[in-house]
């Protein structure tokens, strides 16, 4: 069985999708619907950059977005009888998924990454934080440099990474206990501290926002970042967990693990760049992965 998955934030590139939509009218349509649903040029951006505009929140997470789908319309236009087992996606790419699944239409998903982006660039400028990976740590040792720290465990990307995010003071002195334990710790580019407490305002107002905002049953399982686990076939309970997303840890070694073990044999990740497949691999060295991102990449796939 086969596994579609979507990429996250800081994936982004300018020229992402350029040539796919070059290539196939259903695909431009896409970034064409997604400038007048958002009120700019989203489809420039995405093309022709620039960069700056490009790594804005509030542009970013509809950018990625946009292109996973485009990716993923583009695949089903050249393998339109694949049998997908199931989706899913790391942080934004599991609103991706739910897309890709029939739980949100497609305009619907533009209209909450545009403000979830936004309301977490908020977030992260009311509570300046960051976010620190380390690699190689034990349980046990991740949970004393947390608590040292009053930090808390974003992602856990395999069993040898995993990444920490908090106020900055915070990821500062984590950094430091990493060092006196030997572990390699790397500090990331990102705006704060995502998938923290300190995003609770952004949550806080995703949930008004999404209230009224219709979710169905997903036709074909999505995996949950927050549990690991397949969403639940109640649209509310969707609902409940995807704002839990926005400070929870993101369980994406779950995710794939409990994949797997459902007979996924094959992954397709979607979306610029290959972040996704590369965790995946470390996860599982035994399963394929493959990745649909431009022509080349698209044309190279076997399904």
């Known amino acids: 069985m086969i596994a579609c998955v979507f990429s996250g934030q800081g994936a982004q590139f300018v020229g992402m999708g350029k040539d796919l939509a070059g290539a196939d009218p259903v695909v431009m349509s896409l970034y064409d619907n997604a400038n007048k649903v958002l009120g700019f040029d989203l489809k420039s951006i995405c093309f022709d950059g620039p960069q700056e505009a490009l790594t804005r929140s509030d542009v970013c997470q509809p950018a990625i977005f946009v292109t996973s789908m485009a990716c993923y319309a583009a695949f089903k236009q050249v393998h339109p009888t694949t049998t997908i087992g199931c989706y899913g996606g790391l942080s934004l790419g599991e609103w991706t998924a739910l897309c890709a699944a029939g739980v949100l239409n497609f305009e619907n998903t533009l209209k909450i990454l545009q403000v979830r982006g936004r309301w977490m660039q908020e ?109 639940e076939l109640h649209a509310s309970a969707i609902r409940d967990t995807m704002l839990k997303q926005v400070t929870n840890t993101v369980r994406w070694s779950s995710c794939v693990q409990h994949m797997i073990g459902e007979g996924i044999h094959t992954f397709i990740e979607f979306g610029p760049g290959n972040v996704l497949s590369g965790l995946i691999g470390r996860i599982d060295k035994t399963v394929k992965i493959q990745n649909v991102q431009d022509l080349a990449s698209l044309q190279a796939i076997q399904c």
């Open 123 to 231: 977030a992260c400028e009311m509570y300046p934080g960051g976010m620190l990976s380390v690699m190689g740590a034990t349980e046990e040792q991740l949970t004393a440099i947390c608590d040292a720290a009053d930090i808390d465990i974003a992602n856990i990307n395999s069993a040898t990474q995993v990444v920490l995010s908090g106020s900055k003071d915070g990821i500062e002195k984590a950094k430091a206990l990493c060092a006196e334990q030997k572990l390699k710790a790397i500090p990331l580019q990102v705006a704060g501290a995502f998938h923290s407490p300190l995003m609770a305002c952004a949550r806080e107002k995703l949930t008004a926002f999404i209230e009224n905002t219709p979710f169905s049953p997903p036709d074909t399982p999505v995996y949950s970042n927050v549990t690991g686990k397949p969403h």
